[in-house]
């Protein structure tokens, strides 16, 4: 909803002022499709000389990010409290058991009671894997930390990728507009002898490329980045809770202090209250048994 009102606000605001000053809407109009194709098609050019098919994909997919917000509501993060504190209490009393649920988690009945963390294969891997490694006494807390932290480093690195692509088409943008006014300036010393109302025109259509370009960069382009990039660090959150909970796990604290561990590392808007928690924790025993 904001990524919408933003747009509207940017292009009421710029094009607005500009009708206001008495600026005459035409000429923008008339030259805008010409300088779309040479800015928007070099920009769309240079996106994809400098991404693969994937990234150029997940680039596209991920300005839905823009609109939407991040993937993980606050009833996410406490279901994921409720599955994390379930697995740990059956990893304490019967690792046996456990074994069934990590190994196929799409066929596990306590994954199956939450369908938004089954259907994120990064969440059920960085779960799975950290209790497999346990279960194989790989359970050094600080040599399993120091790894997830390896392997979520890396897992944002991927994640940012889109905003990193935006932003250079966005820094790119500026100069293809000084480009394609500048082609626009050849075509009108190409018609010197034209008069003056004539040549104003073409002036006029030339500079709207500056005008296009560092309008995309810095109105458009720019903020998307920013907004992309603030999801995946928001979504992050996520897969930071994990990795609390389960090293809190290796420690040998009580399941409800691990969770509790994941509850105050919660990003403050998405946090469940502890009596919530509690009340979840409790239905989800009620279930279990």
């Given at each position: 909803?904001f ?14 002022g ?92 306590i ?100 005008f296009?370009?560092v ?15 603030a ?57 279990a048994?």
């Amino acid at each position: 909803m904001f990524g919408f009102l933003g747009i509207g606000i940017v292009f009421v605001m710029v094009f607005g002022g500009y009708i206001i000053a008495g600026g005459k809407i035409g000429i923008i109009l008339a030259s805008l499709p010409f300088e779309m194709i040479m800015i928007g098609g070099a920009a769309l050019g240079a996106f994809v000389i400098s991404n693969d098919s994937h990234s150029a994909k997940q680039t596209m997919k991920d300005i839905g990010k823009v609109f939407k917000g991040p993937a993980w509501k606050a009833q996410d993060y406490e279901d994921l409290l409720v599955l994390l504190f379930r697995l740990i209490r059956i990893a304490r009393q019967n690792p046996l058991e456990l074994e069934g649920h990590i190994e196929t988690p799409g066929e596990s009945d306590i994954f199956a009671e939450f369908p938004r963390i089954l259907a994120d294969h990064e969440a059920i891997d960085l779960i799975c894997d950290t209790f497999r490694s346990a279960s194989m006494n790989y359970d050094d807390p600080h040599q399993v930390e120091e790894l997830l932290d390896k392997r979520m480093e890396a897992q944002q690195h991927h994640a940012e990728h889109s905003s990193h692509a935006l932003q250079a088409i966005a820094d790119g943008l500026p100069a293809l507009g000084i480009v394609a006014a500048v082609l626009g300036v050849i075509k009108t010393m190409a018609s010197i002898d034209q008069p003056p109302e004539v040549l104003g025109k073409m002036i006029g259509g030339a500079l709207v490329g500056t005008f296009l370009g560092v309008f995309l960069a810095y109105g458009l382009v720019g903020p998307f980045s920013a907004r992309v990039a603030a999801v995946v660090a928001e979504d992050q959150h996520f897969y930071s809770l994990i990795r609390e909970v389960l090293v809190a796990n290796l420690h040998k604290h009580p399941p409800n202090i691990c969770v509790e561990v994941g509850r105050q590392n919660t990003p403050h808007d998405r946090r469940p209250s502890f009596n919530q928690l509690e009340e979840a924790l409790r239905s989800g025993k009620k279930e279990a048994a």
